[in-house]
């Protein structure tokens, strides 16, 4: 399962985070990525949860997914944003531009990226 080793690297950054912090647990984290990761939410939360149970700084943490709109760089006209609707898999996923109506797009990835990480951090 792909999502396992995804969801360890996730506690391993956030270990670190732990550790420069000096938090005392982690309540909940945030992380997005792109429609055409070959990430299954469900399946990576679910990992996260194997992974953390035994954690005492992870204990009742949350991870959260949220993936962000897809987002096209149009090669004819310099269109960047939105495509005009859903890509073709049978083209590799070029997708129209909304702008002059191409296929000759890039889709722009954006990789698994860890954006917040919610700590308790003692007043010390």
């Known amino acids: 399962m ?3 080793s995804v969801a360890s ?5 956030v270990k670190a985070i732990i550790e420069e912090h000096k938090a005392t647990q982690v309540k909940k984290i945030i992380v ?3 429609p055409y990761d070959v990430i299954i939410p469900e ?3 679910e990992a996260y949860g194997i992974i ?3 954690l005492d700084k992870f204990k009742n943490s949350t991870l959260e997914m949220q993936i962000s709109k897809a987002e096209i760089s149009c ?3 310099d269109y960047k ?3 005009a609707e859903e ?3 049978e083209f590799a996923y070029n997708f129209i531009c909304p702008k002059c109506e191409s296929r000759d797009t890039h889709i722009n990835m954006k990789n698994l990226t860890i954006e917040t990480v919610d700590l308790v951090i003692p007043d010390n």
Do not use: F, K, M, N
Not at 9 to 13: E, S
């Open 32 to 34: 997005s990525a792109s």
């Open 43 to 45: 399946l990576l939360i």
């Open 52 to 54: 953390t149970a035994e």
């Open 75 to 77: 090669l004819e006209c």
């Open 87 to 89: 890509g073709d898999p």
């Open 81 to 83: 944003g939105e495509p």
């Open 2 to 4: 792909h999502e396992y």
């Open 9 to 13: 690297a996730i506690v391993d950054q």
